[in-house]
């Protein structure tokens, strides 16, 4: 299994962009990257999902250089209600089955 | 409301006994993940299942800690001879694979387990 390293906490203020970096040396070649947000008392919640380059969706980007050995989560112009724990999971999608295995997370806390 | 749905939302038991979770996935996700979670720290994966099919167990804490699915729908995790230590919160996932977003899974609310 590939395993994830990551800051363990960030700070930002409100309206930055906060971008949070990622390893995984061993990903394998049927992994995807995977990234998670979990708020207080809640399941964690999925953000994005990529495999090569750059994907963007309504809440994030996700940057993933061409040997896939690291990712960045990049949250434009965060708020408040950004703070949380951030995950980076690598796992595969194929039909044998994969494990979602989360490490300690990145925690963000956004000022005002 | 036709997401993951788990019961009980909150258990305290005593030392000794025995718990049983329960995890309702979303009605088309035939993968489903428990986790426990510590506070201050990420979920823990416990097992997963395909189907009825255990895929993998080897990370279930001890023997005392089992998983079902007996018919492919909801899954229950069973504690045995309940210790402090076990006092987490345990999260249920479900998820749906062949549609390329076999890593979007979706959790529950959480059991929050308390042993005194």
């Known amino acids: 299994l590939a395993k994830t390293t990551q800051p363990i906490s960030m700070d930002s203020y409100e309206g930055q962009e906060v971008n949070i970096t990622c390893s995984h040396n061993n990903i394998a070649t049927n992994d995807y990257i995977t990234w998670y947000q979990q708020f207080p008392s809640q399941g964690p919640r999925f953000i994005i999902q990529?495999?090569?380059t750059k994907v963007t969706n309504e809440v994030a980007s996700l940057f993933i250089p061409a040997d896939r050995k690291s990712s960045t989560l990049s949250l434009p112009r965060v708020s408040l209600s950004d703070t949380a724990v951030y995950y980076c999971?690598?796992?595969?999608?194929?039909?044998?089955?994969?494990?979602?295995?989360f490490g300690g997370g990145t925690r963000l806390m956004v000022k005002p | 409301d036709t997401g993951v749905s788990q019961n009980p939302r909150h258990k305290i038991t005593k030392r000794g006994q025995n718990v049983t979770f329960r995890c309702d996935p979303i009605?088309?996700?035939?993968?489903l993940y428990w986790y426990r979670q510590t506070l201050g720290q990420g979920p823990e994966f416990l097992t997963y299942f395909q189907n009825e099919a255990q895929l993998e167990k080897s990370r279930l804490l001890s023997d005392r800690f089992s998983a079902e699915r007996p018919k492919g729908s909801f899954s229950t995790l069973e504690i045995q001879r309940t210790e402090q230590g076990d006092s987490a919160m345990y999260l249920c996932?479900?998820?749906?694979?062949?549609?390329?977003?076999?890593?979007?899974?979706?959790f529950g609310q959480g059991t929050r387990l308390t042993v005194v």
């Open positions: 990529g495999y090569k």
């Open positions: 009605s088309e996700h035939n993968r």
């Open positions: 996932a479900s998820s749906a694979p062949g549609t390329g977003r076999e890593t979007e899974a979706f």
């Open positions: 999971l690598v796992a595969a999608t194929n039909n044998a089955g994969n494990m979602l295995t």
